[in-house]
């Protein structure tokens, strides 16, 4: 199971980033998917997470701003951030939990398999 990030990079606030995750090795539409991020000094927290069914679950700070989004046919999970600000400054990472339901956003600890991480900066 392999899952590869990009997208990242610096952006001016109120901009928009797009982050997409590659993944292989396994047939995405039996995983939960999710994105999470770690900004520096801080624990992983979830930001996203999109069940098979395209069921979708958010943080408080970024509802209303993110959109996660797959595509099963390209095994390949997407991140659209919007009106971004400099408290979103983090490494993002790409995650998927074995289940093909969960209905609810995923902590760091419930993903089985993660992605190397992609940097976000906004100043």
């Known amino acids: 199971v392999q899952l590869v990030e990009s997208g990242g990079g610096s952006v001016q606030a109120g901009g928009t980033l797009r982050l997409s995750c590659e993944a292989s090795?396994?047939?995405?539409?039996?995983?939960?998917m999710g994105w999470l991020r770690r900004v520096i000094g801080k624990e992983r927290e979830g930001v996203a997470t999109i069940d098979s069914d395209g069921s979708t679950s958010y943080a408080d700070s970024v509802k209303g701003r993110f959109i996660i989004s797959r595509d099963n046919r390209e095994n390949t999970l997407y991140l659209l951030m919007n009106s971004l600000q400099p408290e979103d400054t983090a490494i993002y990472y790409c995650?998927?939990?074995?289940?093909?339901?969960?209905?609810?956003?995923?902590?760091?600890?419930?993903?089985?398999?993660w992605g190397q991480g992609t940097q976000v900066t906004v100043s």
């Open positions: 995650a998927a939990k074995r289940t093909n339901w969960c209905g609810r956003l995923l902590g760091p600890d419930e993903y089985d398999h």
């Open positions: 090795g396994y047939t995405e539409n039996s995983y939960s």
